[in-house]
């Protein structure tokens, strides 16, 4: 196995955070999982995206600890991989104890059948295979609840929309390469649409406003109503 330099992986980003590139939403969401669970003394918030990894600091004087502490874990991920019969590196973000978020939705989705055709699959299997693990947030991006949900297969990687729609309803459910969403909020985008939902996924008058954050685990219900 080649030795990688991740000193050299590690940049700063302004004087109280460093950004690690990792090229993969893998190692990312068990970097992700492993800073979770095993704290670093200094490090104030973790914050992953789809190849990198953001570690933001209580104070400047941490600076030299947590590197040296990241470029360690970095190491001892590199050569530990994932045990066999755990697919889902993520999990291990959320504590045990913090429950599975359930988001009822009606497939009533307009790309639906295109999905279908896509992943040669019938529509029952598509909502079948939807519902039938439970997915998780791998970062928060592109607007306000908006999160990146994978599974840990991957079997319903389907791509973008060749044309995005210049506006997708809240509470819309989505897939697309690789990852599945729901649209916090009415916007312009161009995932494959196979739902709705009624919940909010971003309340400012809820504490927290996100009904999830990187690392929660979602279990989608199929409703009829």
Same mark, same amino acid.
């Given at each position: 196995?080649?030795?990688?330099?991740?000193? @050299?992986?590690?940049?700063?980003?302004?004087?109280?955070?460093?950004?690690? $590139?990792?090229?993969?939403?893998?190692?990312?969401?068990?970097?992700?999982?492993?800073?979770?669970?095993?704290?670093?003394? #200094?490090?104030?918030?973790?914050?992953?995206?789809?190849?990198?990894?953001?570690?933001?600091?209580?104070?400047?004087?941490?600076?030299?600890?947590?590197?040296?502490?990241?470029?360690?874990?970095?190491?001892?991920?590199?050569?530990?991989?994932?045990?066999?019969?755990?697919?889902?590196?993520?999990? #291990?973000?959320?504590?045990? $104890?913090?429950?599975?978020?359930?988001?009822?939705?009606?497939?009533?989705?307009?790309?639906?059948?295109?999905?279908?055709?896509?992943?040669?699959?019938?529509?029952?299997?598509?909502i079948a295979a939807h519902t039938g693990t439970?997915?998780?947030?791998?970062?928060?991006?592109?607007?306000?609840?908006?999160?990146?949900? $994978?599974?840990?297969?991957?079997?319903?990687?389907?791509?973008?929309?060749?044309? @995005?729609?210049?506006?997708?309803? @809240? *509470?819309?459910?989505?897939?697309? *390469?690789?990852?599945?969403?729901?649209?916090?909020?009415? $916007?312009? #985008?161009?995932?494959?649409?196979? #739902?709705?939902?009624?919940?909010?996924?971003?309340?400012?008058?809820?504490?927290?406003?996100?009904?999830?954050?990187?690392?929660?685990?979602?279990?989608?219900?199929?409703?009829?109503?």
């Amino acid at each position: 196995m080649m030795d990688i330099d991740w000193n @050299a992986r590690i940049r700063p980003a302004g004087d109280r955070a460093v950004l690690i $590139t990792l090229d993969d939403p893998r190692p990312v969401q068990r970097l992700a999982s492993a800073l979770r669970v095993h704290a670093i003394a #200094g490090v104030e918030d973790v914050l992953p995206a789809a190849e990198t990894v953001l570690v933001t600091m209580h104070s400047v004087s941490y600076g030299v600890q947590v590197r040296r502490e990241l470029v360690a874990l970095l190491d001892r991920l590199d050569h530990e991989p994932p045990q066999a019969d755990s697919p889902d590196v993520s999990r #291990g973000t959320v504590p045990d $104890t913090e429950p599975v978020v359930e988001i009822p939705v009606r497939y009533d989705g307009a790309d639906l059948p295109e999905v279908a055709r896509l992943l040669d699959l019938s529509i029952p299997e598509v909502i079948a295979a939807h519902t039938g693990t439970v997915w998780r947030c791998a970062f928060v991006g592109f607007a306000p609840g908006f999160g990146y949900l $994978t599974s840990p297969d991957g079997r319903l990687t389907v791509p973008r929309r060749t044309h @995005a729609r210049t506006a997708i309803p @809240a *509470g819309a459910v989505a897939l697309a *390469g690789g990852y599945s969403a729901v649209y916090p909020r009415g $916007t312009p #985008g161009g995932w494959q649409l196979i #739902g709705t939902t009624d919940l909010r996924m971003w309340a400012v008058d809820r504490d927290p406003p996100a009904l999830v954050r990187a690392g929660s685990a979602i279990r989608f219900v199929a409703s009829e109503e």
